[in-house]
């Protein structure tokens, strides 16, 4: 098993930084993900302090529904992080996931059958 730290800068202004599980089969489980925003006041003042320097271009406006796929939350009714809704975040980073229909509960089926077909073939062994 071994653990793989990733920071990826969208030109959206997106900073996503995750650690992932991987298992032997290479079984991929996100433990931690966080979405940092370059257009929060809060990042950018902490980025410059840093020595960075800010893109000439216009940031484009914040979205306002959660960037999740199938997932409906919109900025006005509720907190997100960055472009993320308070739900599926904590879904990201709690590793906790409930019913629902968005990309992160399918990705969670996909691993809970993957990690059910694994244990069949442990069983086997
Ligand atoms: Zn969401």
Excluded at 1 to 20: H, K, L
Excluded at 26 to 42: E, I, K, M, S
Excluded at 61 to 86: E, H, M, T
Aim: proline share 3%; charged share 25%; net charge positive.
């Amino acid at each position: 098993m071994r653990y793989e730290v990733n920071t990826s800068a969208g030109a959206d202004g997106r900073i996503i930084s995750t650690i992932d599980q991987v298992d032997d089969l290479n079984v991929r489980v996100t433990l931690f993900c966080h979405v940092g925003d370059t257009r929060d006041a809060q990042i950018r003042a902490a980025l410059e302090k840093l020595g960075w320097k800010p893109p000439n271009a216009q940031s484009p406006p914040a979205r306002s529904k959660c960037l999740v796929a199938g997932c409906a939350n919109q900025r006005d009714k509720g907190v997100f992080v960055g472009d993320v809704c308070g739900s599926c975040y904590s879904m990201l980073v709690m590793g906790q996931c409930g019913r629902g229909e968005t990309f992160i509960h399918t990705l969670y089926a996909e691993r809970d059958m993957a990690q059910a077909k694994i244990k069949r073939i442990r069983s086997l062994l």
